[in-house]
């Protein structure tokens, strides 16, 4: 099972980012999918999670601003980032528990991480 992360990039205060990440490989079904963050000599932290049916879940620093989504059908999670501040500037990672098609375990997997840059 593969992650794959993209979408990062610099943008002003202000402004906005769409991040997307693709799970493939031998899945079964998706179960929670997130978005976690790591700033330079921080640790890394959950910015938003999503249920496979649909429930979020925000950090209170994100609350207004970003909105987590998924498409099922593509296996693939987002994260609409608006109104950017230069605190939100880290690299972001992408989770999914995936119950994979051979002995139908869930287990976590991460993507590579894309870097989000806020600054004028």
């Known amino acids: 099972v593969q992650l794959q992360a993209s979408g990062g990039g610099l943008v002003q205060p202000g402004g906005s980012l769409r991040l997307s990440c693709a799970a493939s490989?031998?899945?079964?079904?998706?179960?929670?999918m997130g978005w976690y963050r790591q700033a330079p000599g921080k640790q890394r932290e959950l910015v938003a999670l999503i249920t496979r049916g649909g429930s979020t879940d925000y950090a209170d620093s994100v609350k207004g601003r970003f909105t987590i989504s998924r498409d099922n059908a593509k296996n693939t999670v987002y994260l609409q980032m608006n109104s950017l501040k230069p605190e939100d500037t880290a690299v972001y990672y992408c989770?999914?528990?995936?119950?994979?098609?051979?002995?139908?375990?869930?287990?976590?997997?991460w993507g590579q991480g894309t870097l989000v840059t806020v600054s004028s």
């Open positions: 490989g031998s899945i079964f079904t998706i179960n929670d």
């Open positions: 989770y999914a528990m995936v119950v994979r098609t051979v002995g139908l375990k869930a287990e976590g997997y």
